[in-house]
């Protein structure tokens, strides 16, 4: 069963550094790849996600993750946080030729942006 | 545009005892996945439900069991309740069972037992 890592779990930035977050994943044919974000008292909100094509895809709020095949990864950029992106972000993966129909989560990373 | 509603909010429940957890999905979706949020962890899959049948079941018990009815909505109903059952529920609707279809999830219910 394929699984997702996310090995930061707490991350503490000051506003207008730059973010990065690291997801991988266990599964070595086609997935689909998604990052999603939790504000505090929010639903879970899509940010981005990737099926095919160009391996750099921009999400809203000007993040943008890039897919690496041979490294099994999906990391989340974004090159200035504001306080606002103070939240949980969640990578997930879904293997769209198993019929596995879910989402595989992983554990997650609290995003924390002082002033 | 109704997004995806849950009911109860919150809900605190005894060992043992068995509980319903209600989804309303989003207009014109078919599709209703529930999901389970330990403390600290990220959402695992229960199981979906595509026109009122169960299309998948994740590493769950079944004791787990769920509804989907006409209108699409849904219920998670969980028996013989344990304290590891302590957890956010969410409940994600989606226009489509295919996996490029965008699941959007709901607040979520906080079941507690004690």
């Known amino acids: 069963a394929q699984s997702v890592s996310q090995h930061n779990h707490h991350v503490i930035l000051s506003e207008a550094a730059s973010l990065e977050l690291g997801c991988n994943y266990s599964?070595?044919?086609?997935?689909?790849l998604f990052w999603y974000v939790q504000y505090p008292g929010q639903h879970l909100q899509l940010l981005l996600k990737y099926f095919s094509g160009d391996p750099l895809v921009k999400g809203i709020k000007g993040f943008e993750a890039e897919f690496i095949k041979s490294k099994f990864s999906f990391n989340l950029r974004k090159p200035s946080v504001q306080w606002s992106d103070t939240a949980e972000y969640f990578c997930a993966v879904k293997v769209p030729d198993t019929g596995r129909r879910a989402l595989t989560f992983g554990s997650g990373t609290r995003l924390q942006v002082q002033p | 545009e109704t997004g995806v509603t849950q009911s109860p909010t919150h809900l605190i429940k005894t060992r043992g005892q068995q509980v319903t957890l209600r989804c309303s999905s989003q207009?014109?979706?078919?599709?209703v996945s529930w999901y389970q949020q330990a403390l600290g962890q990220g959402p695992q899959f229960i199981f979906q439900y595509y026109r009122e049948e169960e299309n998948g079941r994740g590493n769950f018990p079944p004791r787990f069991s769920g509804l989907q009815f006409p209108n699409y909505s849904s219920e998670l109903n969980v028996n013989a309740l344990e304290l590891d059952d302590s957890a956010l529920y969410l409940c994600?609707?989606?226009?489509?069972?295919?996996?490029?279809?965008?699941?959007?999830f709901g607040p979520g219910t906080r079941l507690t037992v004690t």
């Open positions: 207009s014109g979706h078919n599709t």
């Open positions: 599964y070595g044919g086609t997935v689909n």
């Open positions: 994600a609707s989606s226009l489509g069972q295919g996996a490029s279809y965008e699941q959007y």
